[in-house]
């Protein structure tokens, strides 16, 4: 039982941050050309690598055993996540074009997979979920673990719904809303951490 609830945070941080964002509309446009076990197969990975890593970093700044470097180290996750709230809940709408560069024929599952897989390690890697991740290995140290694969599951499940139903989510709710959901869910984690050292 001791694992449920760094799973759940880090699954719902997750989860929310990713609907309307671009790793999700990038499964979209992969799940017309692809099956989707092999989609998410590579979403798994790629999320493994980058959110992997960055939980493991922050588990290493949260093991550092020096009560003043743990104090400013939490108040400073706290203020970006409420910096994270802010920018995505008034951040304007700059959508790039997505390139065609995944156009060409791969030969095998396999090869999809590890595409995918690196196309998302490497979109992930300094977006705000990969930095929340650094927050979560940070604010519980000791359940990598459970933190790793909540991500995960936040990730998969997120992409799973772009797949089965993103043509209908993107027609019935817009990518702002999606966008300001994410924005205040980072608005929350902050404030409560903030309030929790008052």
Request: aromatic fraction near 12%; glycine fraction near 10%.
């Amino acid at each position: 039982m001791w694992f449920i609830y760094p799973f759940i945070v880090a699954f719902l941080l997750i989860f929310i941050s990713e609907l309307g964002d671009k790793t999700q509309l990038l499964v979209l446009s992969f799940s017309s050309k692809l099956k989707a076990n092999t989609i998410l197969f590579g979403v798994a990975l790629g999320s493994l690598l980058s959110h992997g890593i960055a939980i493991m970093f922050g588990s290493f700044l949260g093991n550092i055993e020096n009560l003043t470097f743990q104090y400013f180290l939490k108040i400073i996750t706290y203020i970006s996540f409420i910096i994270f709230g802010i920018i995505t809940l008034v951040k304007h709408d700059n959508k790039s074009e997505t390139s065609n560069g995944g156009n060409k024929k791969l030969k095998s599952n396999l090869s999809y997979i590890i595409f995918i897989a690196l196309t998302i390690a490497i979109g992930e890697l300094g977006d705000k979920t990969f930095l929340a991740s650094i927050g979560l290995g940070i604010e519980y140290p000791l359940y990598k673990i459970p933190l790793i694969c909540g991500a995960i599951a936040g990730m998969i499940i997120s992409d799973l719904i772009a797949i089965i139903f993103g043509k209908i989510l993107l027609r019935k709710i817009p990518e702002n809303i999606m966008q300001k959901l994410s924005g205040i869910l980072f608005l929350i984690f902050g404030i409560l951490g903030i309030l929790n050292f008052l």
